[in-house]
C-alpha cells in the first residue's frame, strides 16, 4: 500500500511564504508523475503543479510564477514552495503520484489545509 503524507500547511498571511511536503512510502522516482492538487470549498479539485520521472515540470495556468515543485528521490519527498500567498490560495492540498501505461493507478495524500488570511 502506498502512503503520500502531506505536512506543512497551516495558517498564514497574504504575502507569505510557505513549502508543503510530502512524504512517500515508495520511491518516487518509480512513479511516472508526482504533483499537487489543490481543492478549495465548494469547488473542483484542481492541479497545482506535477513533475515527471526525468523532471519536467509543468503548472497550471497562471502558477508557474507563485508556485515551484520539487522533488528529492533520495529522501522520497515531494515539495511545493508557494509565495506571495493570496487568500485564493486557501485550500485543501494534497499530493500526487501516478503510474501510466498499460496499468495506470493513481495515488493521494489525505491532504493539508493552507488558509491564507490576515
Known amino acids: 500500500q502506498v502512503q503520500l503524507v502531506e505536512s506543512g500547511g497551516g495558517l498564514v498571511q497574504p504575502g507569505e511564504s510557505l513549502r508543503l511536503s510530502c512524504a512517500s512510502s515508495?520511491?518516487?522516482?518509480?512513479?511516472?508523475?508526482v504533483g499537487w492538487y489543490r481543492q478549495a470549498a465548494g469547488k473542483q479539485r484542481e492541479m497545482v503543479a506535477r513533475?515527471?520521472?526525468?523532471?519536467?515540470?509543468e503548472y497550471s495556468e497562471n502558477k508557474e510564477g507563485r508556485f515551484a515543485i520539487t522533488k528529492d528521490n533520495g529522501r522520497n519527498i515531494i515539495y511545493l514552495n508557494i509565495n506571495r500567498l493570496k487568500p485564493e490560495d486557501t485550500a485543501v492540498y494534497y499530493c500526487?503520484?501516478?503510474?501510466?501505461?498499460?496499468?495506470?493507478?493513481?495515488?493521494w495524500g489525505q491532504g493539508t489545509q493552507v488558509t491564507v488570511s490576515s
Open positions: 515508495r520511491r518516487i522516482a518509480s512513479f511516472n508523475w
Open positions: 500526487y503520484g501516478g503510474d501510466t501505461g498499460p496499468n495506470p493507478r493513481d495515488f
Open positions: 513533475m515527471s520521472d526525468y523532471g519536467r515540470a
